[in-house]
């Protein structure tokens, strides 16, 4: 088992930056992909980017390439996003997510959730 909490989140105007973090505790060790994915009011939950818990590579979203960064740090308890330019599109609820090392960009590939986040980005 995996527990994962977000916080982080808030109200940022447009061009502004926010920096979410991602508390991992549990059995946490072994390979993982540790993802985030976010969710607008009416749409489909949709991934951000990805960290590989062990090497640490990663890679994002078109939407977002550029403008956010993930990382975690040396004793793997905690991944951060960092966002920055924010735009107002960016706004929704912000999850991390745990899973087989091997998974991609699809919420189904996960198997553990944190509670989410809230991001609001004005314009």
């Known amino acids: 088992q995996v527990q994962l909490e977000e916080s982080g989140g808030g109200l940022v105007q447009a061009g502004g930056s926010l920096r979410l973090s991602c508390a991992v505790s549990?059995?946490?060790?072994?390979?993982?992909?540790m993802a985030w994915f976010r969710q607008a009011p009416g749409k489909e939950r949709t991934f951000v980017g990805q960290?590989?818990?062990?090497?640490?590579?990663?890679y994002y979203a078109d939407s977002v390439q550029d403008r956010f960064t993930i990382s975690r740090n040396s004793a793997k308890t905690s991944m951060t996003l960092q966002m920055n330019n924010l735009k107002p599109e960016d706004t929704a609820v912000y999850y991390c997510?745990?899973?087989?090392?091997?998974?991609?960009?699809?919420?189904?590939?996960?198997?553990?959730w944190g509670q989410g986040t809230q991001v609001t980005v004005s314009s």
């Open positions: 960290i590989n818990w062990i090497g640490g590579s990663t």
């Open positions: 549990g059995r946490t060790r072994g390979s993982y992909a």
């Open positions: 997510a745990a899973g087989p090392a091997e998974s991609g960009g699809w919420p189904k590939d996960y198997n553990y």
